[in-house]
Every structure is written in C-alpha cells, then in structure tokens.
C-alpha cells in the first residue's frame, strides 16, 4: 500500500547479526503497527505506538527485540542477535485517521536467518 | 476477550461457483470486523469492513460481507468466483482500542 514503505524487502542474514527492518508511513499516520507472519504462528502483534509513543510491545521478545520510532515518518524494528527462528514477514502497519483508524498493511520485510 | 475463528483452513471452489468463506467472532461489545486479502509473496489488502451502519458491506473485486449479530458471524462471499481470487483470506477484528486480531486464515483454491 502506498501509505507506507518497508525496507527491505528481503533480508538474509546469518544467526547473531543485527537486523534493522524501517518502515515509513506517509506523514499523519500517527498510529503504527508491527506485525509477524509466519507458517506456525500465523500474524502475530508485536508492538504499536502512537504519536511515536509505544502504547505495547507485549508481544515482542525483550531480550532480543527492540522498536523504536524516532520521527512521525520512520519506525524502526531491531532485532539483536538474530536467531533461525526469527524468520518470517515482519509487517508494518499505520492505522489511517480519516478512514476511521483502519489499518492498512505494507508490503512487508521478508527475513530469513540462516 | 476476543477472537476471531474463521472455519476451513481451505476451501476449493470452481470458477464460477459462489464462494462463501466463513468467520465468527467472539466479542461482549459490538466489535469493528474486517476481512483482509493475501496474495503469494505480498502484503495484506483490505478487502472490506463493518464499522457501524448497513451490516451488509461491499468490498472491492466484488467481495462482500454481511455482520450478522445474532449469529456472531461476518461471513464473505462473491457470487462468482474468478481464477484471480485464488489467495488467502484474513478475517479480524477490533473491539474498542485499536489492535486488530486476526483469524487463522482461510487459503482460497480455483478450480478452473
């Protein structure tokens, strides 16, 4: 969806590396989500913030995991060490205001830990 | 609490057959219900959603859904389906707040 830009696109990379996923919703979309997909799990929640706020990460693992949205247009998900199991579509998702804060998803951030 | 239970992990239609993929909600206020579409190697597409109003929805590709209350239940059907609907179909919904939950998901197969 052209509401917002997730990068990269692909990501391989080995167990222990550091992984950045961005993704960029169009300036207003103050509401944005992280999502997980995978074949096991299905879509799981990982975390949202508001106003660049994070409302809840409960779903996201602490110790390796982190989010961060440090301007109205660009939040961040790191993930530091990877692991095989991190594997998966990582999706971010800004909730429109005008639309009645529906929730429109990227393209997504296809990892692959190896 | 809520959840989202949608029935037949997969279901196989003819092409031009009705398609009818089922969802049922659980929820103790009136919840927000969507129905999102997954095509292979992409990101989900918003298909349709209930809000408030007409409970019948009509949704894009010619999709529609209808919320029903007493049923518990936001049903998505087309009336005739098209090789190009083959992909999988998420139910979700949101009660209050704001986080969508989603169902397990429903792989739609066209048989020509």
């Known amino acids: 969806d052209a509401r917002v830009t997730q990068t990269p696109r692909d990501k391989v990379t080995e167990m222990g590396q550091e992984v950045t996923m961005r993704c960029q919703p169009i300036l207003g979309h103050n509401t944005v989500f992280w999502y997980r997909q995978t074949m096991m799990q299905g879509l799981e929640l990982l975390a949202y913030f508001r106003n660049r706020a994070p409302l809840d990460d409960s779903g996201m693992p602490k110790d390796r995991f982190s989010a961060e949205m440090p301007d109205a247009t660009l939040a961040t998900l790191k993930i530091q060490p990877s692991e095989p199991r991190d594997s998966a579509v990582y999706f971010c998702a800004p909730a429109v205001p005008r639309d009645g804060n529906t929730i429109y998803f990227g393209e997504g951030s296809w990892l692959t830990v190896v | 609490a809520q959840s989202v239970t949608q029935l037949g992990s997969h279901v196989s239609v003819s092409e031009g057959a009705l398609v009818l993929l089922r969802c049922n909600y659980s929820?103790?206020?009136?919840?927000?219900l969507f129905w999102y579409v997954q095509y292979p190697n992409q990101g989900l597409q918003l298909l349709l959603k209930?809000?408030?109003?007409?409970?019948l929805v009509k949704g894009i590709n010619g999709f529609e859904a209808e919320f029903k209350k007493s049923e518990t239940s936001f049903h998505l059907t087309k009336p005739s389906a098209h090789m190009s609907d083959a992909a999988e179909y998420f139910c979700?919904?949101?009660?209050?707040?704001?986080?969508?939950?989603f169902g397990t998901g429903t792989r739609l197969t066209i048989i020509p």
């Open positions: 979700a919904v949101i009660r209050g707040g704001e986080k969508l939950t």
């Open positions: 929820s103790s206020v009136p919840p927000y």
């Open positions: 209930y809000t408030t109003g007409a409970t």
